[in-house]
């Protein structure tokens, strides 16, 4: 079943994401296990693909300390993606603690333009 690949690629790769390589591998480990168990290592090979087509696309999550008009989130989008090379789609997120600005994430780069981060590093060069 073409969409069950579908789901257990998914699955995967969000159970992977932002993990350390040591704890990747123990889920790996005990994917294939019950995959083994469950008799659908034959979906192996299509869930391998899933997988490589989530890898290839990169998402990039723009949190922002307030709600913005688009032309404005367009204006921040188009400023970051020389930055943070070739980003298919933006999840927006609103995060009232980080004062203004904002900050951009995707998995192996930080670009942190809050002022949070602005006044905490003044107050670090004052003590």
């Known amino acids: 079943m073409e969409n069950e690949a579908k789901i ?19 889920i790996v480990r ?4 019950v995959a083994v168990a469950k008799k659908k ?13 989530i890898s290839k696309e990169k998402e990039a999550v723009l949190i922002l ?6 032309e404005e989130v ?7 993606k020389p930055e943070l090379g070739k980003v298919d789609k933006f999840k927006i997120q609103i995060d009232k603690s980080i004062i ?6 995707t998995n192996n780069v930080l670009i942190d333009s809050s002022i949070k981060t602005l006044i905490g590093s003044i107050r670090k060069k004052l003590v």
Do not use: T, V, W, Y
């Open 65 to 70: 300390a307030r709600d913005m008009g688009e």
């Open 41 to 53: 290592e034959h979906l192996l090979p299509k869930i391998l693909k899933e997988m490589e087509a």
């Open 100 to 105: 203004g600005g904002f900050k951009a994430k």
């Open 8 to 26: 257990f690629g998914k699955a995967l790769a969000a159970a992977l994401e932002g993990k350390e390589e040591e704890r990747q591998k123990e």
């Open 74 to 80: 367009e204006a921040i989008k188009s400023r970051l």
């Open 30 to 33: 005990n994917f294939l296990q």
